[in-house]
């Protein structure tokens, strides 16, 4: 058999299947055309769909649900002192990706870590991209997350963001847009591991059938690129991987990818520093570290260099990274990067340092900074969606049109006293895929966070990532904290990655 | 091995053996209600003397009945060694040691945890059937260290966990006989009388250590029942056999042989295993049950500390 007698769309017309009673309501919907028939890389899928009885499904989702909640994969319930504890919720429908599309995708993602990583390089020695006036000056000087102490450092290879984790979003028309690069910190990736784990389980024969990408080895992946950063010479480098603790609401994550790569994973009281050197506290006296995993912001990697009332980090952990005999991933001072006011120059930093035009388009933004701009913003409030640029996490936001009178005044209040603080974009209706609610599907709007891995020679993009689905019914906020589950991501290998 | 680690490995495995006890201690209590004759009270103040927390007890409980000292001993979200407290801080270790310990038993003890959080929301449950209830924790600790014991490498952290565990074990058969002894004995009136008997039998009960108790001596006397609790040197729940394997898993983690020492806990934990070695039943009674056990307590409790000390770096390990 060739690998061609494969695909899906010779096995069946892919223009029949279609879910009973499905309707697209005017949104782009991933899986379904607006003639509401499936579309051609969902085709197989909306076939096995329609065919399982819907108890089935519900079982099987229940069942993945338990998987989760056996396995510990849990948040806390806030005010809730009675100990409850939640998934963070999962839908059985993936989100599926043609392999043409995704290879787009991964070009635009390599290109643009590439040209990220060579600003923040530039930004903290020459500025040559200032000094040519391609982005004023004034917005890095004003921008809370630039790093003085950074400037005329080199960390190994040059690399500053090793691990970053872009939102993608798609817009009305099908467009993939590029909505925030996360550079500091980004989480998430363990439910990308977990949640194929689970559909392994729940659909193994469509699993098989469809081609997917696997995406199991990004640990391997993870600390091969830990143990290349380390300093020159370093053979055996010790790494660990740095947490807040267990109250961190990302605590399983880390502590999941820790164990899979097989590094220590430490708080802050774990290391001391002594003579500009990292050590474990360890049962057996003191151990050299070489390479530090943080998954702590800036502000509290060590209350020497920043935030002096800091209990999480390390004191004198800057030190040391200055004098060269600590790697960490990522470097500090990268959140200049992804200052949201910075951001709309991302396309300039690839013009200007690659040479190149952006394979992935920008969100349109608007600067409110700029007199021309914030006027028109305060104008439109109610269309808009305004973000603070130093926010993630759905926080320092206003939804224009799901907002109240009230609320934009507030916030028009805050644009007016801090325009540099406030960006500002077109509510954009995210695409939707088909979501498994009570005993029907329904569409619901999701974003997608590819993880990405740089070593200085190469990007990797893991195939797949984060799908993020905002499960309130209309909503268009898909974090967890307000009512975002998450489904996996299924990237089809094209015919040359096809299992023979 | 992470000193913040090895400590935590230590201490989640002292909350579940924590846990367990209570349980032995509450079951058995059950068990031997059922067989008193009616109008023989006062059972369960004793259970509340093991805990030592007997103050707090009569501060938010008052009277010592059934069913206050249950709901003390087994949810009582307020009280620091209630079962759910223990499994709750037993599992909040593990939490995080998440990355060092096999998943199994991670998602062993975070399945007991459900299990017992399930019940104390609706203590109904266990009024059904308390005897199963407290089974049901006996055999997940159990389960526990199977899980344990079969899947995590026996080196460092392993010995950690024995060690947390020994002790922990040790203390409360400590405890218990303490309780009992001056509970049971100044009944003489009793001596050789059935419920007597059937006491001292409840004693052994709680520690599952009837059947052998009864292969090795047979009839059960004051005496021989605390030589056996305190001093057998095989039976798993007997503090000499604890303090005995708490002190070669001490010297496991350190490589140092058992007829020396290398640190400050080591020295303290193998001189208390070779005075219980060396040790004789009517001596303990000469010097009176309590404050041989009070002096057992405190040399256990300086060994607990001394390890914390020796392993979080606070104290140079090279003074052998």
């Known amino acids: ?10 096995s069946f017309d892919p223009a029949t299947p279609s879910l009973n009673g499905y309707s697209t309501d005017g949104f782009y919907d991933e899986a379904v055309g607006p003639d509401e028939k ?66 787009h995708i991964e070009r635009g993602l390599k290109q643009r870590i590439v040209a990220l990583n060579m600003f923040i390089s530039d930004v903290y020695a020459e500025q040559r991209i200032l000094k040519e006036n391609r982005i004023p000056r004034f917005l890095i000087e004003t921008c809370k997350a630039y790093r003085e102490l950074c400037h005329s450092l080199k960390p190994p290879h040059d690399v500053w963001c090793h691990i970053t984790g872009t939102d993608l979003i798609r817009g009305e028309d099908g467009t993939i847009y590029v909505l925030e690069d996360n550079l500091r910190c980004p989480s998430g990736v363990s439910y990308v591991l977990q949640n194929r784990f689970v559909m392994k389980r729940s659909f193994p024969s469509l699993f098989d059938m469809c081609h997917v990408r696997p995406v199991d080895d990004y640990p391997s992946r993870l600390v091969g690129l830990l143990r290349r950063i380390a300093q020159d010479g370093k053979t055996e480098p010790s790494v ?51 390479v530090i995993y943080r998954r702590i912001d800036d502000d509290f990697l060590d209350p020497k260099a920043f935030r002096p009332d800091s209990l999480l980090g390390v004191p004198g952990l800057i030190d040391a990274y200055r004098a060269g005999n600590i790697s960490l991933a990522n470097a500090p001072g990268t959140g200049v990067a992804d200052d949201k006011a910075i ?19 920008n969100v349109p933004t608007y600067l409110c900074y700029r007199e021309d701009d914030l006027r028109y913003v305060l104008d439109h409030l109610e269309s808009l969606v305004v973000k603070a640029v130093g926010e993630s996490g759905g926080y320092g936001m206003l939804i224009g049109p799901q907002s109240t009178a009230q609320a934009r005044s507030e916030f028009a209040e805050k644009i007016r006293d801090n325009p540099r603080n406030y960006i500002a974009q077109p509510t954009i209706p995210l695409s939707r895929v088909p979501t498994l609610i009570g005993d029907h599907f329904e569409g619901r709007h999701v974003d997608l966070r590819p993880y990405i891995l740089y070593d200085g020679e190469d990007v990797f993009v893991l195939p797949g990532g984060l799908t993020r689905v905002a499960l309130r019914k209309g909503s268009l906020v898909v974090n967890s904290s307000q009512g975002g589950g998450s489904k996996d991501t299924w990237v089809m290998a094209g015919p040359m990655m096809r299992k023979p | 091995m992470l000193s913040r680690v090895a400590d935590s490995i230590y201490w989640m495995s002292r909350y579940v053996e924590r846990a367990e006890n209570i349980a032995r201690f509450i079951e058995v209590t059950y068990a031997a209600m059922l067989d008193l004759p009616p109008g023989v009270g006062g059972q369960w103040l004793p259970l509340v003397s093991t805990t030592g927390d007997g103050e707090w007890f009569e501060e938010h409980y008052g009277e010592a009945n059934g069913q206050n000292v249950i709901q003390f001993l087994t949810w009582d979200q307020r009280y620091h060694s209630s079962i759910l407290t223990s499994i709750q801080a037993a599992r909040e270790n593990a939490r995080s040691i998440r990355d060092t310990i096999p998943s199994e038993v991670w998602e062993q003890l975070n399945q007991f945890y459900q299990r017992v959080q399930q019940a104390a929301r609706n203590p109904q449950l266990i009024w059904q059937s308390p005897l199963d209830f407290f089974q049901e924790i006996k055999l997940s600790s159990h389960q526990f260290k199977g899980v344990l014991d079969a899947s995590m490498s026996h080196g460092e952290g392993w010995h950690f966990a024995q060690v947390g565990r020994f002790l922990e074990r040790a203390d409360k058969t400590t405890r218990m006989v303490d309780v009992q002894y001056y509970r049971l004995l100044p009944k003489v009136y009793d001596v050789g009388t059935p419920i007597d008997d059937l006491q001292w039998s409840a004693l052994l009960h709680c520690v599952s250590g009837f059947e052998m108790y009864r292969r090795k001596y047979h009839l059960i006397t004051p005496q021989k029942v605390i030589r056996f609790l305190l001093l057998d040197r095989f039976f798993p729940r007997a503090v000499m056999h604890c303090i005995d394997s708490a002190n070669a898993s001490l010297h496991a983690i350190t490589g140092c042989s058992t007829d020396s020492f290398s640190n400050s806990a080591e020295q303290q934990l193998g001189r208390l295993r070779n005075d219980l070695a060396f040790t004789r039943v009517e001596e303990i009674i000469a010097i009176g049950m309590h404050q041989f056990i009070d002096g057992l307590q405190k040399r256990m409790n300086d060994v607990g500390n001394a390890i914390y000390r020796v392993f979080s770096g606070e104290e140079s390990s090279s003074m052998g």
């Open chain 1, 38 to 103: 499936a579309r051609r890389n969902y085709a197989l899928l909306i076939q096995k769909l329609s065919d399982l009885p819907i108890e089935d499904l519900i079982r099987r989702h229940e069942a993945a649900e338990r998987i989760l909640f056996r396995m510990g994969i849990t948040f806390n319930v806030y005010g809730d002192d009675q100990g409850t504890e939640k998934i963070f919720p999962f839908d059985i429908v993936p989100r599926i990706i043609a392999a043409e599309e995704w290879d």
């Open chain 1, 1 to 10: 058999m060739t690998a061609q007698a494969n695909l899906p769309s010779a």
């Open chain 1, 240 to 290: 660990v991987l740095l947490t807040p603790g267990v109250f961190n609401s990302a605590y399983y994550e880390h502590s999941f990818l820790a164990s899979q790569m097989g590094v220590e994973l430490v708080e802050g009281r774990d290391l001391v520093v002594q003579d500009r050197i990292v050590y474990t506290r360890t049962t057996r006296g003191l151990k050299r570290v070489d």
């Open chain 1, 343 to 361: 951001y709309p120059f991302v396309g300039e930093m690839i013009r200007f340092y690659l040479s190149e035009e952006p394979i992935l388009p």
